[in-house]
């Protein structure tokens, strides 16, 4: 069974840079072939589709986030990681790493197979 834990600062001062981690167990980052999400959800607001880095370390954005939100991992961690940049009130969310088998954008629920808990991230503004 595999298992996603999101870890990362809970309050971020304004124009800081955000950095999240997705620590995966029960299953390899780079089994063939999986997609490992970022995926946020703001107050009041649904799922966002933020990035995704696949299997094969290729790596896929929102284009309204591309600009600032890289994603990276480390194998020998079994982890992948987010880095946003310039982070705005707007960027106070639920932030959550999930595996999908299909590079999936739209941030529906059912169309990714396991999740992580969540954890919020809030601007200190």
């Known amino acids: 069974q595999v298992q996603l834990q999101e870890s990362g600062p809970g309050l971020v001062r304004p124009s800081q840079t955000l950095s999240l981690t997705c620590t995966v167990s029960?299953?390899?980052?780079?089994?063939?072939?999986?997609?490992w999400n970022w995926i946020r959800q703001p107050p009041g607001k649904g799922l966002e589709w933020m990035g995704a880095i696949a299997s094969s370390g290729s790596t896929y954005y929102s284009p309204p986030l591309k600009s600032r939100t890289p994603i990276s991992r480390d194998t020998s961690k079994n982890q992948f990681t987010l880095q946003q940049s310039s982070v705005t009130p707007e960027d106070t969310a639920v932030y959550y790493c999930?595996?999908?088998?299909?590079?999936?954008?739209?941030?529906?629920?059912?169309?990714?197979?396991?999740w992580g808990q969540g954890v919020q991230v809030t601007d200190s503004s």
């Open positions: 029960g299953g390899s980052i780079t089994t063939y072939y999986y997609y």
């Open positions: 999930a595996r999908s088998n299909a590079l999936k954008t739209a941030g529906w629920v059912r169309e990714y197979e396991n």
